[in-house]
């Protein structure tokens, strides 16, 4: 494995990535993901390189890696045993803490939804359990 001068592999995009020693410098085009073999589409599926890998197994594209994470069962890398860390992107402008409005607003969403349901719930076992057996009795 080469040194990369104390560079922390990271879910980086190709197209800022560094040279490697011995890899071949071209358009982004030739590079293809190691999962799905697609190459990079911009700007929704670039590829990245997030471990320390090198070489045509290096890229892959972000949604693909997350897809086989949860099916490889494993949160390193499979070849270079670099350990994936995810620290969540949040846009720019996000308040560190969610207002009390927001979260009150989450929270009767919520509440509408599941009274809703049980309103749906309570009609079911209703009509079941006393007017079916009512109305069949009364025409029996």
Known sequence: MADRGGEEPGLRPASARSSDAGEA?????????????????????????????????????????????????????????????????????VPPTLPLGEVLLGLATR????????????FVVAVWLVWLPSVTCSMG
């Not at 860390?85 to 846009?91: D, H, I, K, L, Q």
């Not at 509440?111 to 309570?122: E, L």
């Open 111 to 122: 509440g509408a939804r599941a009274a809703a349901r049980a309103v749906r719930a309570i």
């Open 25 to 93: 410098d071209g358009p982004e085009a030739e590079h293809v993901c190691r999962i799905c073999r697609c190459p990079a589409e911009p700007p929704s599926r670039e590829l990245f390189h997030p471990c320390r890998c090198s070489g045509s197994i290096k890229f892959v594209h972000q949604d693909c890696l997350m897809q086989w994470l949860p099916h490889s069962g494993r949160r390193h890398c499979e070849v270079c045993k670099y350990e994936f860390s995810f620290t969540p992107v949040y846009a720019d402008g």
